[in-house]
């Protein structure tokens, strides 16, 4: 049994994007990924993104800006990791530096204070040098700089 795969017209396929673009903001890579999936032609494909740039479906320096601010606020993930998970996503650097310095200094040295504090008193190891290992290992996995994650442990463990 031969399974067929289904196959859109460019105006479909077109429409469908309009809908996933809507639905939330995307990078050009992830439209570029489900237009793959769709078993679209490269030649269809430009046509396609062409049309949601014009149309502001798609558009890489908000889609920075949400990805942001949403993961700053609801992972509370730093700066390092922010720039990282958007280089993976192949946004441009100019897109990246413009979302990252529209974060409050205030907001931000607040969310990782209170997630340091959290997770300080959320460990239950009795050795303190072990503690402040684990707790200087999650604030980095996190993407906080490596200067504010020292000197937050050093505060809170001693």
């Known amino acids: 049994m031969k399974v067929l795969k289904k ?3 460019v105006q479909e396929a077109t429409q469908k994007m309009e809908h996933y ?4 903001e995307r990078c050009h890579q992830e439209v570029r990924l489900k237009l793959e999936a769709m078993h679209m032609i490269p030649e269809a494909i430009d ?3 062409v049309h949601l740039l014009e149309h502001n479906f798609l558009n890489e320096e908000r889609f920075a800006k949400t990805f942001v601010s949403g993961k700053l606020k609801i992972k509370h993930w730093g700066r390092r990791r922010l720039t990282y998970e958007l280089k993976k996503k192949d946004v441009v650097k100019v897109n990246i ?3 990252l310095s529209e974060i409050e200094n205030e907001e931000y040295i607040g969310i990782f204070n209170d997630l340091a504090e959290k997770k300080a008193n959320s460990i239950k190891e009795t050795n303190k040098f072990k503690k402040k290992k684990k707790l200087i290992d999650y604030l980095l996995y996190r993407g906080w700089e490596s200067h ?3 000197e937050k442990a050093n505060e809170l463990i001693q």
Do not use: D, E, P, S
């Open 7 to 9: 196959t859109y017209t």
């Open 47 to 49: 046509v396609i993104i």
């Open 21 to 24: 673009c809507a639905y939330q």
């Open 97 to 99: 530096n413009q979302a």
């Open 148 to 150: 504010l994650v020292y």
